[in-house]
């Protein structure tokens, strides 16, 4: 498929304000990632249908779309230097974040997205769908039902503490791969009940764009797979 059928109509992006754009700009800058025209009309058009949907389905809390751009969309990309080539499950995905951006703006990275909330997951389809995002799955089901394992790395943004993420996911990574769970300051406490046979790799701060909250990035292996 060429990128030009792959571009999301214009219509998708028309309601968006042009400073909305520009705050996508300027995050992604002092992210450090050089976005194509192709990947920015892709996030503007996934944020546009987020907007959208969320005032029927209510997928997120965060209403405003600006508000959006840095709790959604840049939150997600702040991840991609730490995202390896290769197969990615994001486990508990929403509506479809970090998974969505990471997928937009790493385009040879494989990505499933999985969850268990039915509109969730229709949500997810139409934005593969709407966006013409071929390197993406959306799979609705329970993470203890999900046997596809050999993956390069498992993402988390929201799902669950992580003890309990990396338990209900432990037979997931191959040998060698990652856990990538996304947290807030209270991660410190977090690790302290971090199961056996697991070791934290890295502890990253993440530099979010137009946000306060803290956030940071644990890297997580089964011991001796480095």
């Known amino acids: 498929m060429s990128q030009a059928t792959q571009l999301p109509a214009p219509a998708l992006t028309a309601g968006l304000a042009s400073a909305t754009g520009q705050r996508l700009d300027d995050g992604l800058a002092r992210l450090g990632i050089d976005a194509s025209e192709h990947q920015r009309r892709r996030l503007l058009g996934l944020l546009a249908l987020l907007h959208k949907w969320n005032r029927a389905y209510n997928l997120t809390a965060v209403r405003d779309v600006d508000e959006m751009v840095s709790r959604h969309l840049l939150d997600s990309a702040a991840v991609v230097p730490f995202i390896r080539p290769g197969a990615l499950l994001d486990v508990g995905a929403g509506p479809g974040l970090p998974g969505l951006v990471l997928a ?62 990396v338990s ?37 701060r993440l530099e979010v764009p137009f946000a306060d909250a803290e956030r940071q990035l644990l890297i997580l292996t089964p011991e001796g797979g480095e």
Do not use: C, H, Y
């Not at 389809?125 to 089901?141: H, W």
């Open 104 to 165: 937009i703006l790493v385009p040879d990275l494989d990505v499933t997205l999985l969850d268990s909330n039915g509109k969730k997951v229709r949500f997810q389809r139409q934005a593969i769908m709407e966006l013409g995002l071929d390197n993406v799955t959306a799979t609705q089901a329970r993470v203890q039902a999900f046997d596809a394992g050999g993956l390069d790395q498992v993402i988390s943004r929201a799902f669950a503490s992580l003890a309990d993420f």
């Open 168 to 204: 209900l996911t432990r037979r997931l990574p191959k040998a060698g791969g990652e856990w990538l769970a996304m947290k807030g300051p209270g991660a410190a406490d977090e690790l302290k009940d971090l199961p056996a046979g697991v070791a934290l790799k890295q502890r990253r």
